[in-house]
């Protein structure tokens, strides 16, 4: 609770917790851990970053492409909320650490699949794809210059073992 006490400090009073509520991973396969939080700005989610990824330069990509796009009219996108000294992440503890609107919702296809759900997540990728296309370096999101992409070989390693 400390480190979660040092990180709200970095950001604008109204991001400050008057309840928190640890989440895990989510149900997300990046490694990350997320705190849902209670605050004067809303409900908002809090992610501690795997100290092995990403980098900062990767981070920093993520960020400016996620708050373009949010921008226009992607609300689906949570646009990181800048900290008091105006970036959209900081290191503490060996991490990186974010703060962004928690999205409404479950995610739950997997466990209740259907059409419509289905359709409403591929129009939203297909939203992302055409709003990202015209990046200035979409070296990132294609696992060039910056690396590879970290979630990839996990996802193969899980495949691998559902289809065993």
Not at 101 to 124: Q, V
Not at 140 to 163: K, V
Request: proline content about 9%; overall charge positive.
């Amino acid at each position: 609770m400390t480190d979660i006490k040092s990180v709200c400090n970095r950001y604008p009073p109204d991001c400050h917790p008057t309840g928190v509520e640890a989440r895990g991973s989510a149900g997300g396969m990046s490694g990350a851990q997320f705190w849902r939080t209670t605050s004067p700005r809303g409900t908002l989610a809090l992610r501690r970053w795997p100290t092995e990824h990403p980098t900062t330069d990767r981070l920093r990509f993520i960020h400016d492409v996620i708050n373009r796009d949010a921008s226009r009219g992607l609300n689906f996108l949570p646009a990181p909320i800048a900290t008091r000294d105006g970036e959209s992440f900081f290191h503490h503890a060996g991490h990186l650490w974010e703060f962004a609107p928690w999205m409404p919702g479950t995610a739950d296809y997997e466990h209740s699949p259907n059409d419509g759900k289905l359709r409403a997540a591929m129009t939203a990728l297909a939203r992302f794809h055409i709003a990202v296309a015209d990046c200035d370096n979409p070296s990132p999101l294609q696992g060039g210059a910056m690396g590879g992409l970290p979630a990839i070989p996990r996802r193969l390693i899980r495949l691998r073992e559902l289809t065993r």
